[in-house]
């Protein structure tokens, strides 16, 4: 199934457009004609702001889709479910566990908060779907599940751990990205991709039966990425041959300008209020 029109509105990321309010974190409005998608929500505050600003109506939203677990992504639950009360979630069960990244031996939690824990324990059960294998959500919208890892040069890109200690590390087993098919090919929203871009793209192209990328939108968490790495998935983004690269989130800076230097006018950092029609 091809969708005829869509649009991607950035509602939160770390850069912000003029008038609009800028915070760590990502939520991407998916307008898909009959079908409307919130994708992760950011911390909360920034949502509530950008989303009145932007003119979206987060009552429309009929799926809400988490990438992972983490407090940057997952913030604006409670807003969203008091806003739509027919939205249907769908997200992995590894989202609501404990998690850390470990900073100079200093643990910071960034789990998701307890308000968005709650607010998903309150869902009908019929609302609430947790997603452990690839399935459509939509009519030419799947969801990837978890993602296998499997080049050589990718990680969770930090030091994330599933205690304070830091004894057990946190593979993020719950990360799962987004994919739409349009006629000039698929659209994928992407969250922090702690998979791994390369491994997130690959694994789309086998769900999907095409290889064809219009566009790739979200964190690539490239943030912390040695040049080694950049080096190799930036020589995997280019064999794809995307139409439309947009880094945002946790990208980083350097991971952004050598995907420009490498892909030229196709690489359009995001920033909240950016819209893409396809």
């Known amino acids: 199934m091809i969708i005829p029109q869509l649009s991607i509105t950035i509602v939160v ?23 409307k998608i919130l994708f992760d929500t ?15 109506g987060l009552e429309r939203a009929d799926i809400l889709v988490l990438s992972h677990g983490h407090y940057d992504h997952t913030g604006g639950v409670p807003l969203v479910l008091k806003s739509s009360r027919k939205a249907k979630v769908y997200c992995h069960a590894g989202v609501v566990q404990p998690r850390y ?10 789990r998701m908060p307890s308000d968005s824990m709650a607010a998903l324990d309150k869902l009908p059960e019929e609302n609430l779907h947790w997603t452990s294998r690839a399935r459509l959500i939509a009519r030419g919208i799947g969801l990837t599940g978890p993602i296998p890892r499997e080049t050589s040069f990718e990680d969770p890109g930090g030091p994330f751990f599933l205690d304070r200690q830091g004894r ?13 098919t349009t006629g000039r090919g698929l659209v994928v929203c992407v969250g922090c991709c702690h998979a791994g871009i390369v491994n997130t793209l690959t694994h789309v192209f086998r769900l999907s039966g095409t290889n064809r990328l219009r566009a790739v939108i979200g964190g690539f968490h490239l943030l912390d990425a040695g040049t080694e790495r ?13 139409e439309l690269v947009v880094p945002c989130h946790c990208t980083g800076e350097k991971a952004t ?3 420009t230097a490498a892909l030229g006018g196709r690489v359009v ?3 909240a209020g950016a819209e893409y029609t396809f």
């Open 13 to 35: 990321d770390n850069q912000a457009g003029d008038g609009l309010r800028a915070e760590h974190g990502l939520s991407l409005w998916i307008d898909a004609g009959d079908t």
């Open 230 to 242: 950049l080096e190799q998935t930036i020589a995997a983004l280019r064999s794809f041959t995307p």
């Open 101 to 110: 990244s470990m900073r100079n031996g200093t643990a910071k939690a960034i």
């Open 42 to 56: 950011g911390q909360g505050a920034a949502l509530a702001d950008n989303a009145g600003k932007l003119g979206i």
């Open 257 to 259: 300008k050598m995907l």
């Open 168 to 180: 057990r590390a946190d593979p993020i087993d719950d990360d799962l990205a987004l994919w739409m």
């Open 269 to 271: 950092p995001g920033r």
